[in-house]
């Protein structure tokens, strides 16, 4: 089992930045992508982001040049710079990981994004 503990989330106005950051337990599969997802009111969970043990990173259009992904290998952590921030950026964000193959979620950190 690996627990996956995110942090960091919180009311911004619009313009603001946030920084997310989740925690692995345990040693994450190097093979498999860390990334962040979210997910909104009454609608579907989205990819925001991931991430290789290469470094190399994969963004959803609408956060281009506004989110940068991170990764500490050696920490087991990942972490979602977020700037200029909307409204329409308010959501639940979710950590999402692997270990031998399995899928393992954190338990999502509240953004919201108000004037």
């Known amino acids: 089992q690996v627990q996956l503990v995110e942090s960091g989330g919180g009311l911004v106005q619009p313009g603001g930045s946030l920084r997310l950051s989740c925690a692995a337990s345990?040693?994450?599969?190097?093979?498999?992508?860390m990334g962040w997802y979210r997910q909104a009111p009454g609608k579907e969970r989205e990819l925001v982001a991931n991430?290789?043990?290469?470094?190399?990173?994969n963004y959803a259009d609408s956060v281009k040049g506004r989110f940068t992904i991170s990764r500490d290998n050696a920490k087991n952590t990942v972490y979602l710079q977020m700037n200029s921030l909307k409204p329409e950026d308010t959501a639940v964000y979710y950590c999402?990981?692997?270990?031998?193959?399995?899928?393992?979620w954190g338990q999502g950190t509240q953004v919201s994004v108000s004037s």
């Open positions: 991430i290789r043990s290469s470094g190399s990173t």
């Open positions: 999402k990981a692997y270990r031998f193959g399995n899928v393992y």
């Open positions: 345990r040693t994450i599969d190097s093979r498999n992508p």
